[in-house]
């Protein structure tokens, strides 16, 4: 709906959540103190494990649960007291739930038919959504006459055809095989982007916030740990948990030995890092040095310098043709993963197990957590 | 040789079970007043049959209770059924699941005793209900209930919540979710109930002799107290007919299954021959 006035090159908060609080059962607090906000035409992934509290918040988006505490709005608008039949929202669920007595066509002309809108205006907008997904030529199928990607883009036609102002996706690919997620992925973030929808997306799977979102909220029991684009959320890590959640990660713990506002360096059991900008802390302070596997370079010879590099020995390898994970066994026994991509076709020259390697990395790749 | 054995043996079972009933009908054409002895073909007993006023009267008795009941059964039925799988938490749910479902497990000559010492007390205090079509009628649909109670909450277990959601999400308020999504998809279900109580009450002798007053003979009991007095051919002749009525049934309800289910799998292959995602 265009009834929006174009804002002037400043994004304008569509969703605002402040404080939502929702307790179960008196005792079990699945979301605990939300605060977000969501810009206009933004992809919004809530991402966090099996029970982190991103289905609650995103059921109490649609309406069907009611915040112990907070408020929910809308475009300016309080909906947190607004049934679910009276939001704007629209919700893709993860089982697509596509009435199963109703064809193609009456699933997509469910929602319009409730707002009582001109029999020509639903068959026309039902129309251009059947185009919109490509099944024109399905429109009088049943719902069990469809492959599971079809079903996919009936149900996110349905969601999408009262035009509503927010769209709700729980686990959009979760119920497709890996060979159709990709594909389907792109299909997804096309139509939403054609469409122009502010969309909130709930997801476990790192790799589809990454690759749809444009801001991720990583939650974990029931709190936001950190908000940002998907480079901030994986660069930039504020905490353990966090860097731990997204992607692998080597943790070394240390303390700061030197401090200075141009660099720092960290000595850990068996390394001294040396990182080449500052951070706020102090001598003495402990913390941990995180380095993602794909930013250390192996070598069979010892690097120059003194500093960020380690020993270790090869004790386990995982091939995967274009790159291989290393395991590699630290003087405390401590071990970490480096990811290399495999340039040369050379067998002879390639790390194999039981060699023993220097490990390195730039002081540009690190990341320092307080403990 | 295992292959023999479980041949014959199949074939005894299916005799010792439609045997009997093939006997019943062949001898439902006898002329001969003795029901066991074979004289000649003929339609005499269904021509005694068609004069028979209170064979008559106790059919249609015993249709209208079994329509009434039905109807009665699969209301209450589905109230309970929605009761107990849309309301996981009030108060005395358990009790309400086991008494729901208890008239089951009961033995139907405890509940038409039961039942009967409540009539007459209600009775003799009110002056009402005199015993008659109404009683048997509370009698069936309170052993009806239980039974569409069970079907209609078997089908509505399986009914996926998200579907409630998925309408409201799109604007429906609760009692439009009812009228367009539930009731359509748990239709087959209150169909199947309604034919479960039906038959239930129209084959009830127990419940129905407790509970009926003067006048209102079910066919069951008018059967029952005939056979009692001694069989007569006539009863082979109602037995036949509603062997009939069944039979027709039957083939024309697993004629339509069949036809429905081919259909579908038609519809399923169909889907991956389009080759398309």
């Known amino acids: ?371 | 040789m295992s292959k023999i054995f479980a041949r014959t043996w199949l074939i005894m079972v299916y005799l010792f079970l439609y045997f009997p009933i093939v006997t019943l009908v062949i001898y439902s054409f006898n002329d001969s007043p003795l029901v066991s002895i074979w004289s000649q073909a003929s339609l005499r007993w269904y021509r005694a049959l068609a004069n028979d006023r209170d064979l008559i009267a106790s059919v249609v008795l015993s249709f209208k209770i079994a329509l009434m009941v039905g109807l009665l059964s699969v209301l209450f039925g589905t109230l309970t059924a929605f009761v107990l799988s849309k309301y996981k938490r009030f108060y005395g749910r358990t009790f309400f699941f086991s008494m729901a479902t208890a008239p089951l497990v009961m033995p139907d000559v405890i509940v038409g005793l039961s039942l009967l010492l409540m009539l007459v007390s209600l009775q003799h205090w009110l002056g009402f209900p005199e015993r008659g079509l109404l009683t048997i009628l509370l009698g069936h649909a309170l052993l009806g209930t239980a039974y569409a109670a069970v079907v209609v909450s078997s089908r509505l277990k399986e009914m996926d919540v998200r579907l409630d959601e998925a309408a409201m999400d799109l604007g429906c308020k609760p009692r439009q979710v009812f009228r367009l999504i539930t009731f359509p998809l748990i239709m087959p279900s209150l169909i199947s109930a309604f034919l479960l109580t039906f038959t239930l009450s129209f084959d009830d002798v127990v419940l129905a002799s407790f509970l009926s007053g003067p006048g209102y003979s079910t066919l069951p009991m008018v059967i029952f107290s005939r056979a009692r007095l001694g069989l007569n051919p006539s009863i082979n002749a109602v037995a036949a007919v509603t062997i009939a009525v069944v039979s027709v049934a039957v083939i024309v309800s697993s004629i339509y299954h069949v036809r429905t289910q081919r259909k579908r799998d038609h519809e399923i292959a169909m889907r991956y021959s389009d080759g398309s995602q």
Request: glycine share 8%; proline share 4%.
């Open chain 1, 1 to 371: 709906m265009a009834t929006e006035p174009k804002p002037n090159k400043v994004k304008t908060d569509l969703l605002r959540v402040e404080g939502v609080t929702k307790i179960f059962d008196g005792v079990i607090k699945a979301v605990d103190d939300v605060s977000l906000t969501v810009a206009q035409g933004e992809i919004f992934a809530l991402l966090g494990g099996s029970g982190c509290g991103k289905s609650t918040l995103l059921r109490l988006l649609a309406g069907f649960e009611v915040p112990t505490k907070g408020r929910i709005f809308l475009a300016g608008q309080d909906i947190t007291d607004l049934p679910p039949y009276q939001r704007p929202i629209n919700m893709m669920f993860q089982s697509y739930a596509l009435f199963p007595h109703l064809t193609v066509w009456q699933n997509i002309a469910f929602g319009l038919q409730r707002d009582h809108m001109p029999k020509a205006q639903i068959a026309e907008r039902v129309e251009s959504m059947l185009k919109l997904i490509q099944l024109t030529s399905f429109a009088q199928r049943k719902p069990h006459q469809l492959s599971g990607g079809q079903q996919q883009r009936v149900a996110l036609a349905r969601s999408l055809a009262k035009q509503p102002k927010l769209l709700l996706l729980d686990e959009p690919l979760g119920a497709l095989d890996k060979k159709l997620r990709e594909k389907t992925q792109v299909e997804l973030v096309g139509i939403i982007e054609e469409v122009g929808v502010t969309c909130v997306l709930v997801t476990h799977d790192q790799e589809e916030a990454m690759t749809m979102a444009s801001t991720i909220a990583v939650m974990h029991e029931g709190t936001i740990l950190q908000t940002g684009t998907p480079d901030e959320v994986y660069e930039r890590p504020n905490s353990r948990q966090v860097a731990e959640f997204i992607g692998d990660v080597n943790i070394f713990e240390g303390q700061i030995e030197t401090y200075a506002a141009d660099h720092v360096r960290i000595r850990s059991e068996v390394c001294v890092h040396y990182l080449m900008h500052g951070i706020s802390g102090h001598v003495g302070l402990s913390v941990v040095v995180a380095v993602r596997p794909e930013k250390i370079v192996l070598s069979k010879k010892r690097p120059a310098g003194e500093v960020n590099w380690c020993v270790g020995e090869v004790v386990a390898l995982v091939y995967f043709g274009d790159h291989t994970i290393y395991h590699i066994q630290l003087a405390n026994a401590q071990v970490i993963k480096a990811q290399q991509m495999n340039r040369t076709t050379d067998l002879a020259e390639a790390i194999t197990s039981g060699d023993r390697v220097y490990a390195s990395w730039s002081g540009l790749a690190l990341v320092v957590l307080v403990q």
